[in-house]
């Protein structure tokens, strides 16, 4: 039987591949996966992303499965209960970011998750861009759409969603195809 080619930043650990295989690359519109996900990768900043993935159910039960109007009324004190709990990465401003950010969500788009995804997604045109990638190389860390998201978003009152943060989530959540062309996950490639 023949080995199934993946991209070659998916490493052996399952729960990297479960990651590449099923999720990453992949169209998502659900507003609520999408806050998730630019709040994690707004974690991940300056760390391997395989740490985000270990300690993302913890994420996802501390921050109330991501629904912003929930986060949005956390307080200082919760800021104080999170950054004790090594569930998380404890860093104070990356805590306060998500709460910020949701808070900014709310302002902006109030409970309504579909516009926020119609929001992100309107940086794409609404369609994922496919792009052909021969090696990790070719893969690029900030484009033009994903400097218009970061500036949108800090515009909003969004933090630690820079360019290369919004790129990382666009790849994400399928935006942008970036698995190599010869990997099983790309567009081409699935049936």
Not at 6 to 25: F, M, N, Q, V
Not at 66 to 92: C, K, Q, S, Y
Not at 146 to 172: H, N
Request: with cysteine; net charge neutral.
């Amino acid at each position: 039987m023949a080995e199934i080619k993946r991209c070659t930043w998916s490493t052996k650990d399952p729960l990297y591949i479960a990651y590449h295989d099923e999720e990453w690359g992949r169209p998502n519109r659900d507003g609520r996966l999408l806050f998730e996900k630019i709040c994690l990768e707004g974690a991940q900043a300056g760390l391997s992303w395989i740490i985000i993935l270990r300690k993302r159910e913890n994420y996802r039960r501390l921050f109330k499965g991501f629904e912003p109007a929930i986060i949005a009324e956390f307080t200082e004190d919760d800021v104080e209960r999170l950054v004790l709990d090594a569930g998380i990465i404890r860093n104070r401003a990356k805590i306060r970011s998500t709460i910020k950010n949701a808070r900014a969500f709310i302002e902006k788009f109030g409970t309504d998750k579909d516009a926020f995804s119609e929001f992100l997604w309107s940086f794409v045109d609404g369609e994922p861009i496919i792009n052909s990638r021969q090696s990790m190389e070719d893969i690029v860390s900030i484009t033009d759409a994903s400097t218009r998201m970061s500036k949108e978003l800090k515009k909003i009152g969004f933090s630690f969603v820079g360019p290369t943060t919004c790129y990382a989530m666009m790849q994400a959540a399928g935006m942008v195809d970036d698995h190599l062309v010869d990997c099983f996950c790309h567009t081409s490639n699935r049936n």
